[in-house]
Structures are given as C-alpha cells and as structure tokens.
C-alpha cells in the first residue's frame, strides 16, 4: 500500500518559509501527490497537487524530486493564519479510489 | 455554487438511538467519501461511493451504514448510537482518483 510519512509537527514564526516534507516510498507510477490544509473545526481544504518537479500556486509550491519517493511542500512568509494540520496524500491504487488521509503535520505559527 | 453540504452541524444523541446525517453535493462528482475525526486526530474513512448504487466500506465502517440512491446524496446511518460514536464527521466529493475534493463543514455528534 502506498503511505505517507510526515513530521507529527513543527514550529515556525511569522515571516519564514516553512518546508513540510512527506516520505512516500511506494509511490505508484500513475499517482499524484496531493496536499490538503485543515483549520481547527473545519473540513479539509486542498492547497496543491503535482506528479513531478514543481509546481507553484498562489497559496504554495510543491517539489518533487525525480524519482518521486518524498515531496515537500513549501509555505512561503507563513502568518499566524497559516496555522493549521497539513495532509499529503498520493493515490493508492491497491485501495481503489479510496481518500485515505495519514495523521498529517500540525504547523504552528508564532508572533 | 454550494459545494458539499452537511446536516445538521450539530446533534447530541443518547445511547442507543438512531440518525441519518446529511450529505448533498451539487457538483455532479461521482465520487463521495464520509470521514470521521476523533479530537487531535486525523481523518478516518468511514465508507465511500463511485457512483450513484455503488458503495464500499473504509477503514472504520463498524456500526454505520450508508446508501448512494442519486449521484449528489451520500447519507450516513448510526443504528444504534454509542459513546464510541461521538466524532466530527465530514463528507467530501471529488471526481476520482487525484483530483480535488471538496469537503463539508462537518457534523459534531455527542453520543450521551
């Protein structure tokens, strides 16, 4: 089965970039990698997906080395509002298309 | 645009009585997921469905049931309440594999 492994947790101050790094070693040819962003109380909301190299949104960047085993996903000059449980998740082919989310990482942002 | 919608937001049960919680989307994605979350924890798939009759379970299906009658409804049956029950619970819908889903803003159940 294709699982993710990520920091339980981190810290990080106003105005810093803060990389988030997700191991996925069984990672199937045919899977992306996704990235979803939780607030306290609320469902889990989608910030990124990519298969490889880079890719860069409003909100984030996410790398992706050649041969795909981890990704990081990068939070540039985060705010206390960025505070939050982050997920990565790729496809899981022996599951179907099941959702299945690991026990991501809480960030902690500080002023 | 609405997205996925859950109800009710909140509901206290006792032990051993039954609900239905709500979940309808109108984006037209075949696929639909119910999660729950215990405090400080992370999202544990409940059951989900590909597509309108079709339904499957997920890591934690004991003691819930669920029925996929139209593409944009995925309700969620407790029989009989326990304790054990009292969660978040979301739904989400996306459609298929690698794509984006979209999520609810939960249901709170307290099993009393």
């Known amino acids: 089965l294709a699982k993710t492994t990520q920091p339980i947790s981190m810290d990080s101050y106003e105005g810093q970039e803060v990389n988030i790094t997700c191991s996925h070693n069984?990672?199937?040819?045919?899977?992306?990698i996704t990235w979803y962003q939780q607030f306290p109380s609320q469902g889990p909301r989608f910030i990124i997906q990519g298969y490889k190299t880079k890719v860069t949104n409003e909100v984030a960047s996410l790398f992706i080395p050649a041969d795909r085993k981890s990704s990081t996903l990068s939070l540039p000059r985060v705010s206390l509002s960025d505070t939050a449980v982050y997920y990565c998740?790729?496809?899981?082919?022996?599951?179907?298309?099941?959702?299945?989310f690991g026990a991501g990482t809480i960030l902690r942002v500080k002023s | 645009n609405a997205g996925v919608t859950q109800t009710p937001k909140f509901r206290i049960l006792k032990i051993g009585q039954s609900m239905t919680l709500q979940c309808t989307q109108d984006?037209?994605?075949?696929?639909m997921y119910w999660y729950r979350q215990d405090p400080g924890m992370g999202l544990k798939l409940i059951y989900y469905?590909?597509?309108?009759?079709?339904?499957d379970k997920g890591e934690v299906p004991n003691g819930y049931n669920v029925s996929r009658s139209t593409t944009e409804d995925f309700p969620l049956r407790l029989e009989l309440a326990a304790p054990s029950q009292t969660s978040v619970y979301f739904c989400?819908?996306?459609?298929?594999?690698?794509?984006?889903?979209?999520f609810g803003q939960g249901t709170r159940l307290t099993v009393v």
């Open positions: 469905s590909v597509g309108a009759g079709i339904t």
């Open positions: 069984n990672i199937a040819t045919n899977d992306y």
């Open positions: 989400a819908a996306d459609q298929g594999m690698n794509t984006e889903a979209f």
């Open positions: 998740l790729v496809g899981d082919p022996a599951s179907g298309n099941k959702l299945v």
């Open positions: 984006m037209n994605h075949n696929y």
